[in-house]
């Protein structure tokens, strides 16, 4: 249980930190929606969100209503705050580094288990399919794409609507992916064939739809662009909230 939950924490921040990748030096905010699912026995139900994404050359923040996620490259380092729990959660950036302190604790039997299923879990492939389909969006001329990321948990599909409409910084994009090699399991053994079929989604994302088949459960989400600017971030928004506890990952 506890290895499940450490490894779908670790993907829900790599997923979110990959999809803001997509648009460089800038600010954005996202409008989201997630259908409600059950997981681990734990029902929780359909909600909308507005998520907020400061990116800049040394560090990372991603915000919606429940938590605030800051990622410092300099200092190789991920911070979680939780807003409900009123805690905050540090990790390397390194996923080797996160599993070997993981299998340090445990019994010999217990910590080769752990491995094996960690194994699994690096087991990552992502395909994407440019389509011919084209529409409007707001003010954006879309493509649509069919991205499949296969991982050890289950199959993450998404139905990609991309415009070239924005000019996004792909310097610092690749510059970004880089930087994150070590971060996400099975990112790193695979990142080359990951950025290659990645760079088939031209332009940025305006919309997309996604399906999770993750542990038996199916789980439906969507994500619109509302806002995209470019601009210097302000310091608050790496700033962890004051008066929260800190807690050991």
Not at 81 to 107: V, Y
Not at 148 to 176: C, H, P, Q, V
Not at 197 to 222: C, D, F, L
Not at 229 to 241: I, L, N, T, V
Request: hydrophobic content about 35%; some cysteine.
């Amino acid at each position: 249980m506890i290895k499940r939950r450490l490894f779908i924490l670790l993907l829900l921040i790599s997923f979110t930190v990959l999809s803001a990748f997509s648009y460089g030096d800038a600010y954005t905010k996202q409008k989201k929606h997630v259908d409600g699912m059950t997981v681990m026995g734990r029902t929780q139900p359909s909600r909308d969100f507005i998520v907020e994404t400061w990116i800049t050359p040394d560090r990372v923040s991603v915000e919606d209503g429940n938590s605030k996620t800051v990622i410092e490259f300099d200092k190789n380092i991920i911070s979680v705050a939780d807003h409900n729990e009123k805690t905050i959660m540090s990790m390397p950036m390194n996923f080797s580094e996160i599993a070997d302190q993981q299998s340090s604790d445990m019994s010999k039997e217990d910590s080769e288990e752990f491995k094996n299923f960690m194994g699994k879990m690096m087991q990552v492939s992502v395909s994407v399919t440019k389509t011919n389909e084209k529409k409007k969006i707001g003010q954006w001329n879309c493509t649509k794409y069919i991205q499949i990321m296969n991982t050890g948990m289950g199959e993450f599909k998404s139905e990609i609507w991309a415009t070239e409409d924005i000019d996004i910084d792909r310097e610092l994009y690749a510059k970004y992916i880089s930087a994150m090699k070590g971060t996400m399991p099975g990112m790193n053994e695979n990142m080359r064939e990951i950025i290659k079929e990645t760079k088939k989604i031209k332009g940025m994302e305006v919309y997309s739809e996604q399906t999770t088949e993750m542990m038996g459960q199916t789980m439906r989400s969507s994500t619109e662009l509302l806002e995209y600017k470019k601009g210097r971030a302000p310091a608050s928004a790496f700033e962890m909230p004051k008066g929260y506890k800190r807690v050991e990952f």
